[in-house]
């Protein structure tokens, strides 16, 4: 079936640091492939979605790739600020006909 | 105007107690999930629907009963609450399954003593 893999639990940065978050996925399905992004007190959030078509993401200084090769996907920021900090979850969708998978999150502290 | 909410926001019962979480959607969505969040485990599904009167299960159906009474009205339903049901519980809408964007309510934190 399909799955979704978030090794990275944890990241700490300082401001102004390259942020980058990687994401495995296994699918036999064409993948939509999401981030969303979960503020404290808060329900997750979209951030960004890719698909086969557009390869590409970019929104709030954020921008998520991916490898169809490696088959996983990426979101980096070039320069992360303490409002960054948040969770991030990666998130793999197919048309397959079944319901989303979510990765287990990276939470990520930018310390000033 | 929030499209997806949440009732009640906080909730403590005892072990053994009935539950039941409200969620309501106003995107005119056909589809709407009830998750569970725990530290190092993200955020995974229980149950979810395409419409009044359908129900499917997630990952992590066990001790959780749905049902959805409208397509804007989905419950969560824990008839004999255990501990381990203690979590925060987020709904969520979507247009369609795979490729499609949710939009989470804000959450429901249960404590089950």
């Known amino acids: 079936g399909d799955s979704v893999t978030q090794m990275q639990g944890q990241v700490t940065l300082s401001e102004d640091d390259f942020l980058f978050i990687n994401c495995t996925y296994s699918?036999?399905?064409?993948?939509?492939l999401f981030w969303y992004v979960q503020y404290p007190g808060e329900g997750p959030q979209l951030l960004l979605k890719?698909?086969?078509?557009?390869n590409k993401g970019i929104s709030r200084g954020f921008e998520a790739t991916y490898d169809k090769g490696t088959t996983s996907f990426h979101l980096q920021k070039a320069s992360v600020q303490e409002s960054d900090s948040a969770v991030y979850y990666c998130?793999?969708?197919?048309?397959?006909?079944?319901?989303?998978?979510f990765g287990t999150g990276t939470k990520l502290q930018v310390v000033p | 105007e929030a499209a997806v909410t949440q009732s009640p926001r906080n909730k403590v019962t005892v072990t053994g107690g009935n539950v039941t979480l409200s969620c309501r959607q106003t995107?005119?969505?056909?589809?709407m999930y009830w998750y569970r969040q725990d530290t190092g485990h993200g955020l995974r599904l229980i149950h979810y629907?395409?419409?009044?009167?359908?129900?499917q299960i997630g990952d992590v159906p066990d001790g959780y009963k749905a049902t959805r009474t409208t397509q804007e009205d989905f419950f969560l339903l824990l008839e004999l609450a255990s501990p381990s049901q203690t979590s925060l519980y987020f709904c969520?809408?979507?247009?369609?399954?795979?490729?499609?964007?949710?939009?989470f309510g804000p959450g429901t934190r249960l404590t089950v003593l």
């Open positions: 998130v793999l969708g197919a048309n397959s006909g079944t319901y989303q998978r």
């Open positions: 890719v698909t086969t078509a557009n």
């Open positions: 969520a809408s979507s247009g369609g399954l795979g490729g499609y964007e949710q939009y």
């Open positions: 699918t036999t399905w064409y993948p939509t």
């Open positions: 995107n005119s969505h056909n589809y």
């Open positions: 629907s395409y419409g009044a009167g359908n129900l």
